[in-house]
């Protein structure tokens, strides 16, 4: 007789903030400090809030979603089955278009994109953010643009990636972050919960950090979150390379 797995708590804690969630946030990371959010007030509006934010930013990565209660708690939503894929390639050009008015889509917000293998859709690009041309600007490597005076120009070289973008790409191959310096009087009060997060992380416990439960309503919380995220993106990466 099959024995019954007893669900881990931190799971537990987790479905039940879910179950009484008034609110639901979510969140699609798009680069270092950059982030597309949206709310919703039930879990069906934020699943459907999360398959736009993917069709419209193509970054090969999910939305998370956070249930807020009342006293202002907060779970994550870890099941994202019903999330389509938004690369998923269609034999006919119509299914492409039926699945994107499945995902909410007015047929105006779309286009068709016909590749080797049949037909996907697309979010039509919006406009630049002035935080993204800046982005791309300074990601531009100007030692490739054709001379103006006929001289033969010395390459310049990139520039360097800054500390959190150090720190991010470091989590992404596997490594984890170093935590916030809590030392300042202010902190003091959130210690311990940094502490558990350390914990947790240290331990590789990816589904406790999922779980861990923090209301960025101030300065140490949000850094502290912030913390958190990258440890799950560097567990995440060691499950990968297994």
Request: some cysteine.
């Amino acid at each position: 007789m099959a024995r019954t797995r007893k669900p881990h708590p931190a799971d537990a804690a987790n479905a039940k903030v879910i179950a009484s969630a008034v609110r639901f946030e979510i969140a699609l990371f798009l680069g270092v400090g950059r982030y597309a959010i949206d709310t919703a007030a039930n879990l069906e509006e934020a699943r459907s809030k999360a398959a736009r934010l993917v069709a419209m930013h193509r970054n090969g990565r999910r939305p998370l979603i956070y249930g807020v209660t009342a006293d202002g708690r907060s779970g994550l939503v870890t099941d994202t089955s019903h999330m389509e894929d938004p690369m998923k390639i269609y034999a006919k050009k119509f299914n492409a278009q039926r699945a994107a008015k499945a995902a909410g889509h007015e047929p105006d917000e779309i286009e068709i994109v016909k590749t080797k293998d049949g037909f996907t859709w697309r979010v039509k690009r919006q406009r630049k953010s002035a935080a993204d041309a800046r982005d791309a600007k300074l990601a531009a490597d100007p030692s490739r643009e054709p001379p103006t005076d006929g001289a033969k120009r010395s390459a310049t070289p990139k520039r360097a990636l800054g500390k959190r973008a150090t720190i991010e790409a470091a989590a992404r191959e596997g490594k984890l972050p170093e935590p916030p310096d809590f030392s300042a009087p202010t902190h003091t009060r959130f210690r311990n919960k940094l502490a558990s997060v350390v914990e947790l992380a240290k331990a590789g416990d990816l589904k406790g950090l999922q779980a861990f439960q923090i209301n960025p309503v101030s300065s140490s919380p949000k850094a502290i979150a912030r913390y958190r995220d990258l440890c799950i993106v560097a567990l995440e990466a060691r499950q990968r390379a297994v």
